[in-house]
């Protein structure tokens, strides 16, 4: 007897069953708070089965969602801190947070380097694994390899991007100090 294949609400109620923590810790990490990232894992899900017929990869369309949920959680309590300390503390809170801002950007950018410099394999089982939070077994069937190759990959990404943000600090030293 041949299987029927599954509906999209099926598809949606394993993703919910299978994601639904390491969201709730991926966006936890964001927003410090496990009650504001609860509403935010459940708001990302409802949005995500809204719109389940239209989205080819729910995974990533939940993940993205949740996180730019998380972004304007961030943003709208900045804003409230900012209007809370009113005109002296705007302007510290100001060159505050746009050196924060820059510095972190500057990171981003430069882990974005070290990651686009892995070869595509690699570079795919590491971006699952850290950024998506997902085990080795998951990356393992998602890209069609074992979990001993998803092992090596991952160690080489570890390795490979720990070394080239090294030689980028200490060049940056050298160039500055």
């Not at 509403?39 to 939940?62: C, N, W």
């Not at 998506?132 to 990356?139: A, I, P, T």
């Amino acid at each position: 007897m041949p299987t029927m294949p599954e509906s999209r609400t099926d598809i949606f109620t394993k993703l919910f069953a299978e994601s639904r923590d390491a969201l709730h810790r991926y966006i936890r990490r964001f927003v410090g708070s496990s009650e504001t990232a609860k509403e935010i894992v459940q708001e990302a899900f409802l949005r995500t089965y809204r719109q389940r017929e239209s989205v080819t990869t729910l995974r990533a369309f939940l993940f993205s969602t949740a996180r730019n949920l998380a972004a304007n959680e961030y943003r709208h309590r900045r804003i409230m801190e900012r209007s809370a300390l009113g005109d002296f503390g705007d302007s510290l809170v100001k060159s505050e947070s746009l050196e924060a801002e820059f510095l972190r950007d500057e990171r981003n950018r430069l882990i974005q380097e070290a990651i686009d410099r892995l070869p595509p394999q690699c570079r795919a089982a590491f971006t699952l694994r850290v950024f998506h939070q997902c085990s080795y077994k998951e990356v393992a069937e998602r890209l069609g390899i074992s979990p001993k190759t998803v092992e090596k990959h991952i160690a080489r990404g570890l390795h490979e991007t720990h070394g080239y943000l090294k030689r980028r600090y200490n060049a940056t030293r050298r160039d500055h100090g």
